[in-house]
């Protein structure tokens, strides 16, 4: 019974440990990001809908739980970041899903008319790259 107390009590120090680092991370990751895109703490916070204080306690590990996947998924959409980016304390972006994620927020803002506008190019943009190659170009 006493091996099973200190494996319960082990688990919960390494619960704290990881838990600590990954928030604290996940606060270094969205201060980063929040001042890339030159938002003020206050802006960020009407943006997710959700109090400065409560983001500034995020930012700097000062809360002791995990903010929920609803509030980071605001976040990373106010940021222009992936979810797993912020979810994921090893995972850091590339510029191309830098710009993926961006155009992809961007493009779910249109409206249907402009979203066909932008396939319809794309498809012509396909058909010339495709006629280009057999002319060898």
């Given amino acids: 019974m006493l091996d099973e107390h200190e494996n319960t009590e082990e688990i919960r120090a390494l619960k704290r440990k990881y838990g600590k680092k990954n928030n604290m991370l996940l606060g270094e990751k969205i201060k980063n990001k929040r001042r890339e895109a030159k ?18 306690e995020i930012e700097n590990n000062r809360n002791n739980r995990n903010p929920s996947d609803v509030i980071l998924e605001k976040i990373s959409e106010a940021l222009h970041v992936s979810f797993d980016f912020l979810k994921d304390p090893n995972k850091t972006q590339t510029q191309d899903e830098i710009d993926s994620s961006s155009f992809y ?13 932008i396939e319809m190019t794309m498809k012509a943009w396909g058909k010339q790259n495709e006629t280009n190659q057999e002319i060898g170009e």
């Fill in 39 to 56: 938002l003020t703490l206050q802006e960020l916070a009407e943006k997710i809908d959700c109090s400065r204080s409560y983001l500034w």
């Fill in 105 to 117: 927020r961007n493009f779910k803002k249109l409206t249907e008319e402009q979203k066909k506008v």
